[in-house]
Each structure stands twice: as C-alpha cells, then as structure tokens.
C-alpha cells in the first residue's frame, strides 16, 4: 500500500518554531526528504531518521523521489523552511502528484518568515500586507517591478523575500528606487537575518537607508506603510486608521 | 520584579497547531490573556492555569491588563488565534507598553490563516501573495476598496480576512465586484471555514461564484492570481511564469 507523502513547513530553523503537528509527523514518517540546508537545520533533533536530501534547483527531482518513496509504502515527511506553501514545494509537489496519479499528500502549514521576523521586530504585518519575492529565476523582473509599483500605490506593508540572490546582488536597490517613486523617504522599514537561528540581527531603518544596505539571501526586509511607526525600537504597524 | 508579557499566536484552533515555543510559554506562564472565544479554544489544554478573558472590542483594555499583571510579577501569555502580529495584539500591546514604559515584552508568532487555510485548499499562497480585512471597523471602506484594485492590478493571489461580520453581511459581495473589473470571472478561487476546528470545510469556486456564495466571519477567502488553478480538486499557484 502507498505511504503518505506529508509536505511540511518546519517554520524557521530551530525545532521550537515547528507546530506541534509537523513534530508528530517528522517523528512517525519513515523518511525526512529536503533541500540539504534544511535537513541540516534538523538532523540533530531527530537522529534516528532516514534522510534525503539534495541541492538547490533540484526541487522537481526531490518531489520525484518523494512518490518513488512513498509508492515503496514509506511514509514521507517532505521539508521546507518557513511554511510549506509560501514560495514552498506544496505547489511543485501537487502538480507532480497529479501528473502521475498519487493522491495521498497532506500540507502541513508552518511559520513563513514574515511572521517570525514581523515577530523579531515587532508588529510590521499588523495590518494588510503584501508578500513579494525578488528571485527572478522564474518570474520576469517586470513582473516583479509591477507587483513593487502596485503594493506601494495601495499603501500595503511590503514583506520582501530573496532580497538578494548570488547572481545579481543589487535587487534590493532597485526595489527601493522603485518604491521610492511612490512612498516617502522616511517610511519606516527594517531587516532581520537568520531568524529564529544563530546569529540572528534586526535593525530599523528609513527606506532611504535601505536603498544602501547591503544584505544577502538570509536576510528578510519590511517597508512600512504610513501606519508604520518605530515605537520604543520595535517597527509597528498600526491596526487601522480610525484610532 | 516585573514579569514578561508574551503576545503569543496560538494558531488556527486546535492545540496541535501551535508551535513548540508557544506551547512552552503556556505551559511555563502564570496566566492566559485573552478574547474569550480563542482561550475557550485551548482552555481544556491547560487544565491547570489562571486565565483572564473578556469579549470583542475589549482590547486595548486586554492590553492593561496584561501591564498589570506583569507589574504584579506575574509571567503573563496574551494569546490570539493564527499569529501575533497579523490583525494581531502585538501592535496595539507594544503601543500601550510604550506609553508607560513597560519594555518586558516578547513576541511569539504563529501560523496565520492565509497559511493554514492554504494547506486545507492545496497551496493557493505558493507565490507573491496579499492579505486584506474587509472589516472596516478601523479602517475607511474607501481604503479597502483600493487596496483590492491594486492588488488585482498587480496579479497578487488575494487572501480575504474577515469577509463577513454581524453588521454588514454584504461585504465580499462588494469586494467581488471591485475584483471582477479587473479579474476574469473563471479566476479560480477557494474558501475555507472553521480551518483547524471541528467542522472544517473547503470548496473552490470561480470567482463569478464566489461572489454569490454567503459566507461568514469563521471563513477565509483565497482569490487565484494568473497562475492558479485547480489541480485534481486542489487549488494550486504555480511558482512562476517561466515553466
């Protein structure tokens, strides 16, 4: 009989962020199969597991094997950073599923990194917030650059992910030329790197200062909307307009 | 000694959808803070706690006490349902922190319901996505009615918190109508009710539908985005516009 394949956001890095539910299933599968920083991320908590783990841009490959897995009756626990939807393999893993007839999948949901690095620096997704990646490997950068013209015009909280990529290392920058088109200088914005990990820093800045800041793929970054205020060092977005 | 307040997100309901850190929290803290319907959620799970709820529309008062509790010495969890932050207690608990300079906070995030809906409907969030309340409790209906223009302007997955309330049951019929001057009618689309809880439904739907369809306050909403379809009865986003 099939085994199930369980595709599982473990939040962002340390089991403490992982829900009660994806524990109970990383414990009970038969085999834990992931990007290989993500593996490693968890290995040490659950030492007596099978592992599979491979590099990155081989995610249609993983969820490949994670059928084979599960067609030899395996119970498959399939692992992401952050949630399993967000720019995750819930997606891929669906699509491949159906092509090949395999039912038995189950999304396990977890702690995307707006959430836990809004958490870090206070309350900056209090309110509507948008979620934009700047990864332009399978999205064309007009495609980004509208979503940027768009969120910023509706006065949306920004949450930027892959904010910069080994490839082209100044993404942010031309986001924030874009987005200071629109918005003013002084919106409040911050960074937090390595969230929920070691070596985890967050700092709170004017978009203006953004635009010149170095960061790299560890790294997630919020821009403010006009609600958005640094309050006693945390970066807080104000639940309405009404108050 | 003061003692800490942590505003901390439960998740969509049942224990198991909480984190490891949050379940930490409640089962180390002196007392549960919170709106009376999320601590009636998880009450059975801490048989042994003190806890403090009152209703809606009671928060900033909620907040206070919190203050008082902690300046007794007591370690104080203020919980909500989903996360912390999103339409949260986080930004109005660390705005009445700051006005009278209490620094003892620290926040817990959780898993919000665009992610755990998402994981009931497939994995409609799988790409850049926005969250929007229609509530218009805090905020102008005019804001609202813009925020859902440039979000389909800019081909966002849309995610629909509160699409119903008491007072105005008409709300995402409303909203429908914005979306379907800009959106084609068959833009597939997904709801969910009561996620996490007893009781839990899906149903994916075109958008034309959608906007008929009666929905209520325990529902979140999912609106595709060019790329989303259904997928062997699952909504689906695809990673992006370059397979």
């Known amino acids: 009989m099939d085994g199930m394949i369980y595709v599982v956001g473990i939040g962002p890095g340390k089991k403490e962020g992982m829900t009660l539910e994806a524990e109970e299933i990383l414990e009970k599968c038969d085999i834990i199969v992931g990007y290989k920083t993500y593996v490693d991320l968890i290995k040490d908590s659950f030492p007596d597991k099978e592992f599979y783990a491979n590099g990155m841009t081989m995610e249609i490959e993983r969820c490949k094997k994670c059928i084979d897995f599960a067609r030899e009756g395996k119970n498959v626990a399939f692992i992401g950073s952050g949630d399993s939807g967000v720019y995750g393999m819930a997606s891929p893993m669906l699509e491949e599923a159906a092509k090949v007839g395999f039912n038995n999948i189950k999304i396990i949901p977890g702690v995307t990194a707006a959430l836990s690095g809004g958490a870090?620096?206070?309350?900056?997704?209090?309110?509507?917030?948008?979620?934009?990646?700047?990864?332009?490997?399978?999205?064309?950068?007009?495609?980004?650059?509208?979503?940027?013209?768009?969120?910023?015009?509706?006065?949306?909280?920004?949450?930027?992910?892959?904010?910069?990529?080994?490839?082209?290392?100044?993404?942010?920058?031309?986001?924030?030329?874009?987005?200071?088109?629109?918005?003013?200088?002084?919106?409040?914005?911050?960074?937090?790197?390595?969230?929920?990990?070691?070596?985890?820093?967050?700092?709170?800045?004017?978009?203006?200062?953004?635009?010149?800041?170095?960061?790299?793929?560890?790294?997630?970054?919020?821009?403010?909307?006009?609600?958005?205020?640094?309050?006693?060092d945390h970066m807080v977005t104000l639940r309405g307009y009404k108050q």
Chains 1, 2 share one sequence.
């Not at 990646?133 to 999205?139: A, E, G, N, Q």
């Open 120 to 232: 870090v620096l206070g309350a900056p997704v209090g309110h509507d917030f948008c979620l934009i990646s700047l990864s332009d490997r399978l999205t064309p950068w007009e495609k980004i650059e509208s979503r940027l013209k768009f969120a910023a015009q509706g006065d949306f909280v920004i949450v930027i992910y892959n904010p910069a990529s080994h490839g082209r290392k100044d993404h942010l920058k031309k986001a924030c030329d874009i987005l200071l088109e629109i918005l003013p200088e002084n919106t409040c914005c911050g960074i937090v790197r390595n969230i929920g990990r070691e070596g985890e820093e967050k700092e709170i800045m004017s978009l203006k200062e953004l635009r010149d800041r170095p960061v790299d793929m560890f790294t997630t970054v919020f821009v403010g909307n006009s609600q958005t205020k640094n309050i006693n």
